[in-house]
């Protein structure tokens, strides 16, 4: 018996002409993905095998796997040979392995079972119940599970295909879902170091964007620990979009103008308004299509309608906010989820956390907003930032 990792696709199958496209992508992300471990890959009647690699590693594939989207499910199978006769004496010894293994493992008092098969080999003179039927027999005769087709603990699977293999396994794993990253442009990022923005940034990697990150720093006001929490956010968020660099904007000057400047009620709407110039500029540089925030509708101040617009007012771009219906208790639970929570909830301060005024003004509107910052030399201010960026 030999142990291969199956996976299968889902969206990408509804892509018709442009399938081999987005196939091609999902091939090369796994991968990568799956870099510096050693492996076979191959693919047959719709589904990708990979073979030939080393059981102790079994745990790093399936925690990689998990990461890569495009992918909609997989599974940890045992390959064996088919014989084309009512006795599968392969198959047979190989599910009595797998359901003596699950019993060893298990903590149910009275596990329950079904075998359910899939027979797409027609050399086989029997229907895929038939087969059921007399594999679930090995079951019965090697453990003490009981069987129950609908109530059931563990699904033992048998996958005859075509090719004169069987794929028997008793998990499926649930995979990212979504697109294959790269197949939907590139986007830039706005990484604040909270919970949304990185969240935000998985959202739309989920839906095959490419991405880049921009994160805006004011040191002294900020430290070198809230700069290295990004990083980290960043490195977390390229497990599943791979590649993702990051801008480092230093914005520390900005910041002391506008608060010198500008009146204090308009102070983040201005803040967030060159936030938006300056990423427009580095989002075409890097050959972005589009900006990425993790804006969610009436959250705070900074979030309502009328200050969404007169931040997008400076962007040359459009804005993607992935999170805008989102309340922030999904956030954080997706948060969790991707590995980015504990990161964010590190008590750094960021550059939107400092020089914040009492009373800011929640509904701005546009025109008070132009006639706050013209006092302010903007261009020069903008291209000082964009020349100061280091790059991550």
Known sequence: MEKVIIIRYGEIFLKGKNRDYFESLL???????????????????GRYFVENFDVDDEF???????????IYSFSVAYKVETKANEDFCDVRECIKQLAIKTQEETLLKAPKFRVTVKRADKRIPLASYEIAAKLGG??????????????????????????????????????????????????????????????????????????????????????????????ELR?????????????????????????????????????RRFMMRIASIVAKQAECKALITGESLGQVASQT???????????????????????KEETMNLARKIGTYETSIEPFEDCCTIFLPKNPVIHPKLEKVREAEKAMDIDGLVAKAVEGIEIL
Do not use: W
């Open 27 to 45: 091939i090369k992300n796994i991968k990568q993905a799956l870099s510096g471990l050693k492996f076979d890959f191959a693919r047959s009647q």
């Open 60 to 70: 790093e594939f399936v925690d990689r796997l998990k990461k890569v989207f495009g």
């Open 138 to 231: 090995v079951v019965l005769a090697n453990t003490s599970f009981k069987v129950d087709l609908k109530e059931f603990d563990y699904d033992f699977l048998v996958d005859m295909r075509e090719n004169g293999y069987s794929f028997v396994y008793s998990e499926v794993i649930q995979g990212a879902g979504g697109l294959p990253v790269g197949c939907s442009s590139k986007g830039l990022m706005l990484l604040s170091g909270g919970i949304d923005s990185p969240v935000a940034a998985y959202m739309m990697a989920k839906r095959g964007m490419k991405l880049c990150a921009i994160h805006f720093c004011s040191p002294p006001y900020t430290s070198e620990k809230a700069k290295e929490k990004v990083v």
């Open 235 to 271: 490195n977390i968020v390229e497990k599943y979009a791979t590649d993702v660099k990051l801008y480092v904007v230093p914005f520390t000057e900005i910041q002391m103008e506008i608060h010198r400047v500008c009146p204090a009620e308009f102070m983040i709407t201005i803040m």
């Open 305 to 327: 309608v009328e200050s969404m617009t007169s931040t997008e007012d400076c962007a040359s771009l459009p804005i993607f906010r992935p999170l805008i219906a989102f309340d």
